[in-house]
T-cell receptor
């Protein structure tokens, strides 16, 4: 049973560039959430996708956008990268209809901005 | 603005000892989660607490939730070195279903020493 998979694992970009991160949810899950985790801090909620729509959004600027595909996989796009965007980006999946089940996290994409 | 606080932020404890990590939050919620993160790794779900008075135990860890006091505790019994990790509590303030909007605490870095 495949867990949550994210790609790439590491990425180096320069300021002003754009980046796309990808996530495949755990088999059977239909909901994907994205988090940003800066070094030494707790993850910060970016947004959640369900039925190909953004349902909730954290306190992140419009430079952060996402998409969910019919197969439930998801992308996170970040435009006009800033040095402060350097972080570990985590994708988590869950099943919308079973609230007592845990959310499963992928191993993350470590993004470094030069 | 929702605040999720953890106490202590750093904890060094001897093997065999007991200790409690506290998680306080500033808004109404009856859903709280505990996660473990090892250095350089992703997050592992430990407990899903969904109601006032909920108590769950797994091995040497026990978590509880008091929604009236807006307090959750993670109790460690007879600590062993393998429990060394960072522990996060996370409060779910989504309004439709689970994981709509999850706010993490800053984490408690636990080190268990012989």
């Amino acid at each position: 049973d495949a867990g949550v998979t994210q790609s790439p694992t590491h990425l180096i970009k320069t300021r002003g560039q754009q980046v796309t991160l990808r996530c495949s949810p755990k088999s059977g899950h239909d909901t994907v959430s994205w988090y940003q985790q800066a070094l030494g801090q707790g993850p910060q909620f970016i947004f959640q996708y369900y039925e190909e729509e953004e349902r909730q959004r954290g306190n992140f600027p419009d430079r952060f956008s996402g998409h969910q595909f019919p197969n439930y996989s998801s992308e996170l796009n970040v435009n006009a990268l800033l040095l402060g965007d350097s972080a570990l980006y985590l994708c988590a999946s869950s099943l919308m209809t079973y609230s007592n089940q845990p959310q499963h996290f992928g191993d993350g994409t470590r993004l470094s901005i030069l | 603005e929702l605040k999720v606080e953890q106490n202590p932020l750093f904890l060094s404890m001897q093997e065999g000892k007991n200790y409690t990590i506290y998680c306080n939050y500033s808004t109404t919620s009856d859903r709280l989660y505990w996660y473990r993160q090892d250095p350089g790794k992703s997050l592992e779900s430990l407990f899903v607490l969904l109601s006032n008075g909920a108590v769950k135990q797994e091995g040497r860890l026990m978590a509880s939730l008091d929604t009236k006091a807006r307090l959750s505790t993670l109790h460690i019994t007879a600590a062993v070195h393998d429990l060394s990790a960072t522990y996060f509590c996370a409060v779910d303030i989504g309004w439709e279903t689970s994981y709509d909007k999850v706010i993490f605490g800053p984490g408690t870095s636990l080190s268990v020493i012989p």
